[in-house]
């Protein structure tokens, strides 16, 4: 294991603002949910003190894809035909709108170059191409191309092009998110773990540890279940072969070539599924092996691995997360359970819980209720 390409970015200075006593919220988890939920409650005028094991982004947060997609982790089609065609529309809108305004603040942290979801064979075409059509009928933008330019060309049995979809340095824009959120006046306790969120010294509590953090709500144990991810990064290439993110196979593989050229490839959980039902944060050579492989097929000739990670990130069994109260709790709220998909939706439903704590309705509270899985 390295450390995550993300995380070696220079960390920019920011405000430390020190609250005394009992605060209006306390935040558990300094990742993108965390610190939009903190800015978001900064702004308004609440007392937020945000509490973070490690430091801010080092999480699934600094340690993904960097892919910033809409829309939420299942297919569209299969979204309209679970959850309706109403509430998946006004979802996957609310998505796109998150992404516009992650852009407001990412700065140079995200590019918008859109993103090819590739069909590996005539079964993925034929699901991809269901989706691209309820797309099209519902008034999204999204294009069908038989074959893709650049090193995946011919490779693939057709592609969904999102034209808006972003590419984001996750790790650059959560530190941003944290510094706004503590120029507008929010605590930042980093290297802080909590053990007992019933024991912070605040009126509400949000608890934004997505894969981590399993068992800190007991009752949101079997609701989130954490998954690992490995990720790798090759040397930069002098070639540009992937100008956009790219994601095959239901989206177990992934990869993207970064600006200084390197190409980031991530996936292949399915090599050995059950092994990555884990919050064990290591990499694995089978996995390893099996991205390093395909690496060598992307690119077509020897290149050398210099970063390789693993991350948790939280799965819920209708691919939809988790927003709202926890129930039976007065005072416990949660936002996660991305399944994999958290960089927009993590933002945005980091928002939303903190509109949650201020009163705001929205419809996506309901969608997304907790309650639905108290048993
Ligand atoms: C390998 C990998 C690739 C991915 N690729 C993509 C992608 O390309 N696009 C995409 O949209 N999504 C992707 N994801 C998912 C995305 O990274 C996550 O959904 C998102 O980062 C979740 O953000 P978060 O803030 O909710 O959680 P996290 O960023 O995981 O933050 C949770 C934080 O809580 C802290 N914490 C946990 N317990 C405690 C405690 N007791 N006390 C204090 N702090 C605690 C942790 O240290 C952690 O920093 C990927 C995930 C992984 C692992």
Not at 161 to 186: K, T
């Amino acid at each position: 294991m390295s450390v995550p390409y993300w995380l070696e970015d220079e960390i920019a200075r920011r405000p430390a603002p020190r609250r005394e006593g009992r605060v209006d919220a306390a935040i558990v988890g300094g990742g993108v949910t965390g610190c939009a939920a903190a800015l978001r409650l900064a702004e308004a005028g609440v007392r937020v003190r945000l509490h973070e094991q490690r430091r801010i982004a080092e999480g699934a947060s600094g340690r993904n894809g960097g892919f910033a997609l809409s829309g939420g982790a299942a297919r569209y089609d299969v979204a309209r035909e679970t959850y309706g065609r109403e509430r998946a529309a006004a979802y996957w809108r609310w998505t796109e709108q998150a992404l516009d305004r992650i852009e407001e603040l990412a700065g140079d942290a995200l590019r918008r170059p859109g993103s090819y979801r590739l069909a590996a064979d005539a079964e993925e075409r034929e699901a991809i191409r269901a989706e691209y059509e309820a797309l099209r009928e519902d008034g999204f933008r999204a294009e069908w191309l038989d074959d893709v330019p650049g090193g995946a060309s011919g490779r693939f049995r057709g592609a969904i092009l999102h034209p808006d979809d972003g590419s984001i340095q996750p790790a650059r824009f959560v530190r941003r998110l944290a510094a706004r959120a503590a120029d507008a006046g929010a605590e930042i306790r980093e290297h802080d773990p909590v053990a007992d969120v019933e024991a912070l010294d605040a009126d509400q509590v949000v608890v934004a540890t997505d894969g981590y953090g399993h068992g800190l709500v007991a009752e949101l144990s079997d609701a989130i279940w954490p998954t690992r991810g490995q990720v790798i990064v090759s040397e930069p290439l002098d070639r540009v072969l992937y100008d956009r993110p790219h994601y095959a196979r239901q989206g177990f593989d992934y990869w993207q070539q970064l600006p200084d050229g390197r190409v980031l490839l991530g996936g292949f959980r399915d090599t050995s599924i059950m092994d990555e039902l884990t919050d064990v944060e290591e990499t694995t050579e089978t996995i390893q092996h099996a991205l390093e492989q395909f690496l060598g097929e992307l690119v077509g000739t020897a290149t050398r691995v210099t970063h390789r990670w693993a991350g948790i990130f939280g799965l819920t069994q209708d691919m939809l997360p988790l927003v709202g109260r926890v129930p039976g709790r007065e005072a416990v709220w949660v936002a996660g359970g991305y399944s994999g998909h958290g960089n927009v939706l993590g933002f945005a439903c980091g928002e939303l819980v903190a509109d949650a704590i201020l009163g705001r309705e929205s419809p996506q509270l309901e969608l997304l209720a907790p309650a639905r899985f108290a048993g």
